[in-house]
């Protein structure tokens, strides 16, 4: 819920993301594990993102996370939180800057490198979406070099609307981009015009703020978007009657246009206590009509959309975490507190709940936090970031660089490799290079 309340503050000034909350399931089976032969077939083991139109769901998370990672068939990109892509090749297991330009600085609008943010890979090709003059209304593509920034389309449905109402990082499935504009979800064509959007889910009433604008309002306003073959999922946060919220997921059919909703966070008496017990769960990854959750101070669980079934995958010790999943794979990055930053350890199972291995994370000094990017060939990749120190000195303050660096975790071995990332520090300012 930290991260949560941090990133709707941060997307206010650089558009960036976050995910939403839901509701609950009935089943008769909440207490029993999954049987031996519950495996990663059952998970998608089959990625078929690799077609390169389909929604890449191994590179979308839905922790808080700064980065947009997306695949390539030579390798990954991601954003920094100054706006810049940066690029891992797969093979060389080399980092750069996305931009080629001779003698660039990389450090205004004009590098090669710079989307701002929501970056995806479709087709062959970048698309980023830009927030000049409204959030997320204008979609750009860019070759996988960096080179020839084009402009797509613009997703303004109303030019006396307020796109800043609700939340959502926009994606690309199939030939089509699903968005969020004040407070209603749509579908348009990939390089439509925007009359051309049909709505999916939404609606808006008019409330006077206290400045005296006129903005719309939806009854949930927080979206995370997910395509899993012919359907589109988004998980928001719906408020109850008694006033609370709560995690619920919606599955928008695109062969019928039918929406409904296919779960909701579970209750205290299916599942027991966990940190945010009724309101939200910690990393959740949905393929082949089940969706896998984790429960941080609880268990690992799957529920079957259809039916609503939900089984325990594996009792989990640990005393907090988030859950990070991959088409193989789910990875706890085990912590000591709720807001899950300091990570101790990771413990990585398959999806019938088998430990394949725990990765103590003793190595890392105790100042340190870390970003999720993605997992890939059984491979965590992860940003490092070292505190910022404070202090007087002959009077003045100070205060010294959060300074950042790039790792992956071998899943397998447990061997953690710096890939000698430029090195960035964060300042009052943003990301800069470290000349």
């Given amino acids: 819920m930290v991260k949560r309340i941090l990133m709707i503050l941060f997307a206010v000034t650089l558009a960036l993301s976050l995910t939403a909350c839901g509701s609950s399931s009935n089943n008769d089976n909440a207490n029993t594990e999954t049987s031996e032969d519950a495996n990663l077939s059952s998970a998608g083991n089959e990625d078929s993102s690799s077609s390169g139109t389909d929604f890449q769901k191994n590179m979308a998370q839905t922790q808080v996370s700064f980065t947009y990672p997306c695949e390539s068939e030579d390798g990954y990109y991601f954003v920094g939180s100054n706006g810049y892509v940066y690029y891992i090749d797969k093979a060389t297991e080399s980092t750069t800057i996305l931009c080629g330009k001779p003698e660039c600085s990389h450090n205004d609008e004009d590098c090669n490198a710079y989307a701002g943010t929501a970056l995806t890979c479709y087709d062959g090709k970048l698309y980023y979406f830009s927030d000049s003059g409204s959030s997320w209304t204008q979609v750009y593509s860019m070759n996988l070099d960096g080179t020839d920034h084009t402009l797509v389309q613009t997703l303004d449905i109303d030019s006396a609307g307020d796109s800043y109402v609700g939340y959502a990082e926009p994606i690309i499935h199939r030939g089509m981009v699903y968005f969020l504009y004040s407070a209603v979800l749509y ?3 990939l390089g439509a015009d925007a009359s ?11 409330a006077e703020t206290s400045g005296g604008a006129v903005i719309s309002l ?19 946060n ?23 909703q296919v779960w909701e966070v579970p209750k205290k008496s299916e599942v027991g206590e966990w940190d945010t017990t009724d309101v939200e769960v910690n990393g959740w990854y949905v393929s082949d009509g089940y969706i896998y959750f984790y429960l941080s101070g609880g268990d690992l669980w799957r529920s079957e959309l259809s039916s609503g079934t939900i089984e325990k995958i594996k009792s989990v010790s640990a005393a907090h975490g988030y859950a990070y999943f991959s088409n193989d794979c789910i990875v706890i990055a085990e912590s000591a507190t709720e807001d899950y930053e300091l ?20 190595s890392f000094e105790d100042t340190y936090s870390e970003e999720e990017l993605f997992i890939s060939d059984g491979q965590l990749y992860f940003i490092w970031s070292g ?20 790792y992956t975790i071998d899943l397998t071995s447990g061997e953690l490799t710096n890939l000698h990332w430029t090195d960035v520090y964060y300042d009052s300012i943003g990301w800069a290079t470290v000349e």
């Fill in 238 to 260: 719906v408020q109850q009657t008694d006033g609370t919220w709560k995690d619920t997921l919606f599955a928008y059919d695109t062969q019928t246009d039918e929406v409904a």
């Fill in 343 to 362: 990570w101790q350890s990771l413990l990585v199972y398959d999806y019938s709940g088998e430990l394949l291995n725990e990765i103590p994370l003793d």
């Fill in 187 to 189: 579908a348009v064509p």
């Fill in 196 to 206: 051309e959007a049909t709505a999916i889910y939404g609606e808006t009433t008019e």
């Fill in 218 to 236: 939806g009854n949930e306003q927080d979206y995370t978007l997910w395509a899993d073959q012919d359907t589109i999922y988004f998980m928001t």
């Fill in 387 to 406: 505190s910022a120190t404070s202090g007087t000195e002959n009077g003045m303050s100070f205060s010294s660089p959060t300074a950042y660096a790039l």
